[in-house]
């Protein structure tokens, strides 16, 4: 394959390495905000129950006492669904960071591979440049042994 069918292919997958870089960057946004709203609702359930130990201190009668458990178990709930979000999000960019690393490893081969393809070019045109100074320098020789015999 000549250098420039495998620039042109290095080019194509340079644009795909930074179409996958951006899908990954964004997934990991997305993780990064299921992970603070989890650590909102947890935060918010701990103040929630702090606030329901203080009025259970004062007294708190058996309506309003099943209303703070029946509010937790709801928090407990949306706490769940919200891990089951954040571990989604956190498997998502982890695939798009695997792809991202594997299409950067593709390219960085395709990369060697003109790297050498080049070093043999240039080594090509290096030995055809020594044999025509090899054959110039022959055929001065010759001409000079022709010339001293005349």
Do not use: H, P
Request: no cysteine; proline share 0%.
């Amino acid at each position: 394959m000549s250098s420039n069918k495998l620039a042109m292919l290095i080019r194509v997958q340079k644009e795909r390495e930074e179409k996958l870089q951006a899908q990954f960057v964004k997934a990991q946004q997305q993780f990064q905000l299921a992970e603070q709203k989890y650590q909102g609702l947890a935060n918010y359930r701990t103040e929630y129950i702090q606030q329901s130990m203080q009025q259970g201190a004062i007294g708190l009668g058996s309506r309003q006492y099943n209303q703070y458990v029946a509010f937790i178990s709801k928090l407990d709930e949306a706490l769940s669904q919200q891990g089951r979000v954040v571990q989604q999000s956190r498997n998502v960019a982890e695939q798009r960071r695997q792809s991202w690393l594997k299409m950067q490893t593709k390219r960085k081969a395709l990369e060697k591979l003109v790297e050498q393809a080049q070093q043999r070019e240039q080594l090509l045109q290096q030995r055809q440049q020594q044999k025509l100074a090899d054959e110039y320098a022959a055929q001065r020789f010759y001409q000079q042994q022709l010339a001293e015999q005349y």
